[in-house]
Nanobody, 124 residues
Framework: QVQLVESGGGLVQAGGSLRLSCAVS????????TGWFRQNPGTEREFVAA????????SYRGSVKGRFTISRDNAKNTVYLQMKSLQPEDTAVYYC?????????????????WGQGTQVTVSS
């Protein structure tokens, strides 16, 4: 069973930075596409960023382009989300997801494996 564990969330002031990490317990992690999504209570989960298994391809939500960077270290079975210039509207629970097909999709239903989430709160 593939497990994902996120870490790195917290409280930060507007304009600050955080780096989220997601450790994935998959033997063939380099073949997994991975993505980050976020959700607030009462709202739908939304795509943030995704990266292909080999790290060569990435995609981002428009509102985070230029501020967030997704990366991965396949030797450590870990994917990262570096977040800069954070704004209050970035506040959410952030989830990591993995897809063994290798696709780096922007839709949640493409991902069969999910972490428990980590809270990011940005104060104004």
């Amino acid at each position: 069973q593939v497990q994902l564990v996120e870490s790195g969330g917290g409280l930060v002031q507007a304009g600050g930075s955080l780096r989220l990490s997601c450790a994935v317990s998959a033997r063939t992690f380099s073949s997994y596409g991975t993505g980050w999504f976020r959700q607030n209570p009462g709202t739908e989960r939304e795509f943030v960023a995704a990266i292909s298994g080999n790290g060569a391809y990435t995609s981002y939500r428009g509102s985070v382009k230029g501020r967030f960077t997704i990366s991965r270290d396949n030797a450590k079975n870990t994917v990262y989300l570096q977040m800069k210039s954070l704004q209050p509207e970035d506040t959410a629970v952030y989830y990591c997801a993995a897809d063994p097909s290798g696709a780096y999709a922007s839709v949640g239903y493409q991902y069969p494996y999910w972490g428990q989430g980590t809270q990011v709160t940005v104060s104004s």
